[in-house]
C-alpha cells in the first residue's frame, strides 16, 4: 500500500489506460477520483475499485472545459481536503480520421490540440497551486511516442503530445523548489479492446504486444515514494519502437 493515505486525481479515467491506472494507484492504497467525459463510465470504474476494497469518487469532466476542470478539483478537494497526485491520461489521436496535413480539417485539429494538449495545460494550473501549497505532489502526464518519433496522418496529435513533454519540463522547473515533481510518460502502441493486433508486434523490437499495464506500473511508481527523485523527465514505453527502423539480423 505505497500510496495510503493519498488522493489522486486520473482524468480519462474511463478509457484504457486511464481505467488501468485508476484501478493500480487504488490497489496501491489511494483514495481515486475518477475523471472522464462519460460519467457513466467514470461511475462503472470507480464502482470497480470500490468492490475491490478501495476507495474512489466519479466525477464527470470535459477536460476542454477550464471552468468543468475547475469544479472537478473543487469537488475533489471539498471531499477530501487535499490532492497528492493527478495522471493527465485524457487524450486520443481521433486515429479514425487521420489525415495528411494538406488534408486536415480545421475543427479536428482544434479538436485534438484541446483535449491532449490545453486539458493538460489547465489541469496542471487547476492544481498546481494547492500542491505548491502544501509542499507535496506528483504530477505525470501521458504523451505519446508518436511526439517523438512522428508518424504520418498524425500530425495534429504528435504537435499535441511534443507540447505536454515541453510543458511538463518547463513546470517541472518552476515547481520543484515546492517539492512537486512534474514528469510524462510516453507510450507506443497499446491495442485498444477489438483492435486487430496481427502486424503490431512487428513494430517494436520486444516483439509482443503492449498492454495497459505496462505504462500504469510506470506511472505507479513515478508517483510513488520511489520516485522522489525523478523530475521533469519523459519516459517512453514503446519496446523500442521510436529508435526507428528494424534492420536484418
Not at 105 to 111: A, L, N, P, Y
Amino acid at each position: 500500500m505505497k500510496l495510503q493515505s493519498k488522493v489522486a486525481l486520473v482524468t480519462g479515467a474511463a478509457g484504457y489506460i486511464g481505467s488501468t491506472t485508476a484501478l493500480r494507484l487504488a490497489r496501491d492504497g489511494a483514495t481515486v477520483a475518477v475523471c472522464d467525459v462519460n460519467g457513466d463510465l467514470a461511475r462503472t470504474v470507480a464502482d470497480g475499485i470500490m468492490s475491490a476494497g478501495g476507495k474512489a469518487l466519479a466525477v464527470e469532466t470535459d477536460v476542454r472545459s477550464p471552468a468543468s476542470i475547475e469544479a472537478m478539483v473543487a469537488r475533489v478537494l471539498e471531499q477530501h481536503s487535499r490532492l497528492d497526485i493527478l495522471v493527465n491520461v485524457a487524450g486520443g489521436s481521433a486515429r479514425e480520421r487521420a489525415s495528411t496535413v494538406h488534408g486536415s480539417d480545421e475543427q479536428v485539429i482544434r479538436e485534438i490540440i484541446d483535449v491532449n494538449l490545453m486539458g493538460v495545460i489547465f489541469c496542471c494550473r487547476a492544481v498546481i497551486g494547492h500542491m505548491c501549497a502544501q509542499r507535496s505532489g506528483k504530477i505525470v502526464s501521458v504523451a505519446s511516442a508518436v511526439a517523438i518519433q512522428g508518424q504520418p496522418g498524425f500530425a495534429d496529435y504528435a504537435a499535441a503530445k511534443a507540447g505536454v513533454i515541453a510543458f511538463s519540463k518547463t513546470l517541472a522547473m518552476e515547481v520543484g523548489r515546492h517539492n512537486v515533481h512534474v514528469n510524462c510518460v510516453s507510450p507506443g502502441l497499446v491495442p485498444r479492446p477489438g483492435t486487430p493486433v496481427e502486424d503490431i508486434p512487428g513494430t517494436n523490437y520486444l516483439g509482443r504486444i503492449a498492454s495497459p499495464e505496462t505504462v500504469s506500473n510506470l506511472i505507479a511508481f513515478l508517483v510513488s515514494e520511489e520516485g522522489d527523485f525523478v523530475v521533469g523527465q519523459n519516459y517512453v514505453v514503446d519496446g523500442g519502437w521510436s529508435l526507428g527502423l528494424k534492420g536484418r539480423h
